[in-house]
C-alpha cells in the first residue's frame, strides 16, 4: 500500500517535471491585447450583460407606453342616422306659457 502510493507519487512528480521541461521549449505564440480590446471580447462573451441589454430594451418600451398615458386622447364618432317624419313636414306644436 505505502509502496503504491510512493510509486503514484514518484510518477505525478516525473510527470509534471517533463511538463515543466518541455512548455518552455515548444514554441508557444499568443495574441497581445490591448486592456479595451480585453474589455471588449469580455462584454461581447458576457450572457449577464445580454440580459441587461435585454431587459434595458424592455424597460424602454414599457416607459414609452406608461408615457401614452399622459397624452391626450382624440375621440371621433360619426352617426348615419336618418330622421323622417312621418306627417309630411306638417307637425302640430302647442306653445305653452307664452
Given at each position: 500500500m505505502a509502496s503504491e502510493l510512493l510509486m503514484r507519487s514518484a510518477r505525478i512528480i516525473l510527470s509534471s517535471l517533463l511538463i515543466g521541461f518541455a512548455l518552455p521549449m515548444a514554441?508557444?505564440?499568443?495574441?497581445?491585447?490591448?486592456?479595451?480590446?480585453v474589455v471588449s471580447r469580455s462584454l461581447l462573451a458576457s450572457y449577464d450583460v445580454r440580459?441587461?441589454?435585454a431587459d434595458v430594451k424592455l424597460?424602454?418600451?414599457?416607459?414609452?407606453?406608461k408615457?401614452?398615458?399622459y397624452l391626450p386622447n382624440i375621440v371621433a364618432h360619426m352617426n348615419s342616422e336618418y330622421l323622417r317624419d312621418l306627417t309630411n313636414d306638417q307637425t302640430q306644436v302647442a306653445v305653452v306659457n307664452n
Open positions: 514554441e508557444a505564440r499568443a495574441d497581445v491585447l490591448t486592456f479595451d480590446e440580459l441587461t441589454e424597460n424602454k418600451n414599457d416607459i414609452l407606453r408615457r401614452t398615458d
